[in-house]
């Protein structure tokens, strides 16, 4: 069975149709990237599967282990190991990362059944995650994305993805806005967590990242359709041509 | 700076009955001269109505329709009972119904703090000196009312160049004896030179009673000296509770005053502070949390009176239900108060459709080179940051509770006693757990 099973899946914001039929499908182990011009509803497929209320999924399927996702709450979408890197996380002022952290943790934990973990016992992981993202500790103390800068921001997204370890991660252009230091420590961060049991969608629109993130298959989404699947060698050959061979307009006017 | 448009007081039964209470009123000739003379201001300006732009959205009327006795014999109260109530463990002052509780109290005298009555049968020139001039009379309708009615109360005296080691603890308790009375504490509390101290003051029900409390804390802020005043408004949900608190600040004194609101039905609150010398520090926090058809006001005064001192204002609050809640922040800098640096903040977070809000700064600037901001917000939880939560694993009413806790948390931080922040914050988590339902 499938990590994740997306059949025709439509979907629209405001009565508008931005998710036009689409199909994919992702095996446990596998790195899938996800390209595409501006607008073409990259983010709504990533929001759609993280369960965003914004979005009416009109018709389609999505499974993740065979289970309905698309029927459950985002949290429950969470509890199940589905983990969304935002293109732009939200700030939480007053709450602390490190307060914040231990609580999806143990949220996440007591969904499944397990007991919480302390204080004492959660820094112990935490000091091992702040590695994956080479940060120190006083990040920990800072609101939640509050006053990051956006480079931090994205930093934090992964350091929540390797707390919470999911199956499936979705990073949604994490790799923009970070000087190449921090894409560096992203990226390896990512392939740290790169396992045969757990599987990453990468939305990103440059071949850079996927220097360090080797994908397992391209896909390119425009106007809310895949247009075309490929290997690692289909995004080097978008780098060069651009998106108009496949989508027949100029990039920007794709939807 | 009140201009009452009163109602005659003939149409007000609670006029002549508070008139009767304060003819039993006792004390030496220079205080029954000062309780006639607020009495008859009182008697002059009656209960606000709502014509009064003051008490616009804030309906007191059924003050004045009411006509108040005084409590009855209060039933015993036990010292666990006061315990179980405290938010921390050094001196006590304890108010039943209004009157001092030598029994529950403990005010070893090394602390400078005693009931009212005593301190003014024992001929305490400090309180002759502040007693009634702090806050005067015409300040508001029932600062006047309070000094012509008030039963017993609490003074404390910090020394010049001394430290209160803990924290004065004063509990103003009801019990079912205040059915239908006016309760009226006063507290007194001067800082000599130099001199620190903490006073937290508790309002608490101990029977679910429509009762009237007009309580009012008057402080004297010596130069250099620092005071934080903390005060917990939580009584039964038929009561009527008007506060009034008065800070006079000296040179170089700091004042930090942090207000949490939670019970009565109408609960209105006047926080004012005098920054009557330079370098003079004035921080108010505060909290309300309304729920059912509550109405919590906060009306703010500070006025800067010299040059170079800074006022620093937080107040946020929480309403659900059909609850409402007022702020009024008025600061006044006079033309020498150059180099004045005033905030103003309040931030309101409504969990209903039909809570609603009135907030209004009322900034008054005489001088030039100031710096005075002042923000006011209304708003709802953010669906973005609950959204980003469930995604989290964060989900429903944690998240919920979360986002709520960290509104709020912001202004319950700046309670420097932990023990006492520690109190307040359980105090806070179990009444927003009742509102979420
Ligand atoms: N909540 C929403 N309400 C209305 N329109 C929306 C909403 N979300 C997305 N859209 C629209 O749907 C289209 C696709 O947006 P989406 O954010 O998915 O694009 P994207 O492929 O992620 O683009 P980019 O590369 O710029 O991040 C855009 O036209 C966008 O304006
Ligand atoms: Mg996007």
């Known amino acids: 069975m499938p990590l994740l099973q997306i059949t025709d899946l439509h979907a629209s914001a405001d009565e508008k149709e931005i998710l036009k039929g689409i199909s994919l499908t992702v095996n446990a182990g596998e790195v899938h990237a996800i390209m595409g011009p501006n607008g073409s509803g990259k983010s709504t497929l990533a929001q759609v599967l993280a369960g965003h209320p914004a979005y009416d999924v009109t018709s389609g399927t999505a499974t993740l282990e065979g289970e309905d996702l698309l029927d459950m709450e985002a949290e429950e979408r969470a509890w199940a190991g589905v983990f969304l890197a935002f293109q732009y996380p939200v700030e939480i002022p007053g709450v602390t990362n490190a307060y914040f952290l231990r609580m999806a943790f143990n949220e996440i934990r007591k969904a499944r059944g397990l007991d919480e973990l302390d204080p004492m016992d959660f820094l112990d992981i935490l000091e091992e995650k702040l590695r994956v993202v080479q940060w120190g500790p006083e990040i920990m103390e800072r609101a939640v994305n509050f006053g990051f800068s956006g480079g931090e921001k994205k930093r934090n997204e992964i350091l929540q993805m390797a707390v919470l370890e999911p199956k499936l991660a979705i990073l949604d252009e994490t790799d923009s806005g970070l000087d190449i230091d921090a894409l560096r420590i992203v990226s390896d961060g990512v392939n740290a967590l790169r396992r045969p049991d757990r599987a990453i969608i990468l939305v990103t629109h440059y071949q850079r990242l996927l220097d360090f993130i080797v994908p397992d298959f391209v896909h390119v989404l425009a106007g809310g359709k895949i247009v075309k699947s490929g290997g690692k060698e289909l995004a080097l050959e978008l780098e060069a041509k651009g998106y108009e061979w496949l989508t027949g307009v100029a990039e920007g006017a794709a939807v | ?437």
């Open chain 2, 1 to 437: 700076m009140t201009t009452v448009a009163p109602i005659a007081p003939t149409e007000q039964p609670g006029v002549a009955a508070f008139a009767a209470l304060a003819a039993h009123a006792e004390g030496p000739e220079w205080l029954m001269a000062r309780r006639a003379a607020a009495a008859a201001h009182f008697a002059e300006v009656g209960v606000p109505s709502s014509r009064n732009e003051e008490w616009r959205f804030t309906p007191v009327s059924g003050i004045a329709t009411t006509a108040w006795t005084a409590p009855g014999v209060s039933p015993a109260v036990s010292a666990e009972e006061v315990a179980a109530l405290r938010l921390s463990e050094g001196p006590l002052a304890v108010l039943i119904d209004g009157r001092f509780a030598p029994d529950l109290s403990a005010l070893p005298a090394e602390i400078g703090a005693k009931s009212l009555q005593a301190a003014i049968d024992s001929g305490d020139a400090v309180v002759r000196q502040y007693l009634g001039t702090v806050a005067p009379p015409e300040m508001t309708p029932f600062s006047a009312l309070s000094l012509a009615t008030f039963t017993d109360g609490v003074v404390l005296h910090i020394a010049a160049n001394t430290t209160l080691d803990a924290p004065l603890e004063i509990m103003h308790l009801t019990t079912s004896a205040a059915d239908g009375a006016l309760v009226a504490p006063r507290v007194l509390v001067t800082a000599g030179q130099n001199a620190r101290g903490a006073v937290v003051e508790q309002f608490v029900s101990l029977a679910d009673t429509l009762h009237f409390s007009n309580a009012v804390t008057e402080l004297v802020l010596g130069e250099e000296s620092w005071v934080e005043h903390i005060r917990v408004q939580r009584e039964g949900e038929r009561a009527w509770h008007i506060g009034f608190t008065h800070a006079d600040q000296a040179r170089a004194s700091h004042y930090r005053g942090f207000a949490l609101s939670l019970g009565a039905k109408l609960c209105r609150h006047n926080i004012h502070a005098r920054l009557g010398g330079e370098q003079v520090e004035t921080l108010m926090y505060g909290l309300y949390l309304t729920r059912n058809e509550q109405l919590a006001d906060t009306h703010s005064a500070i006025f800067h009176d010299q040059p170079n001192s800074n006022s620093w204002e937080v107040y946020k609050g929480v309403l659900a239900d059909k609850s409402r809640a007022v702020f009024n922040g008025k600061v006044f800098v006079q033309p020498i108060a150059q180099k004045t640096d005033a905030k103003q903040t309040n931030r309101n977070l409504l969990l209903s459709d039909t809570a609603r809000v009135d907030t209004k700064p009322q900034l008054e600037i005489f001088a030039d080179d100031v710096k005075c901001t002042h923000g006011a917000t209304v708003g709802r939880l953010n669906d973005e940051q609950r959204y980003y939560l469930q995604t989290r694993g964060i989900g429903g009413r944690t998240a919920q509770e979360l986002l709520i806790w960290a509104f709020a948390a912001e202004v319950l931080t700046e309670v420097t006693v932990s023990r006492i922040r520690a109190g307040i914050e359980t105090i806070v988590r179990v009444r927003l757990d009742e509102m979420l339902g």
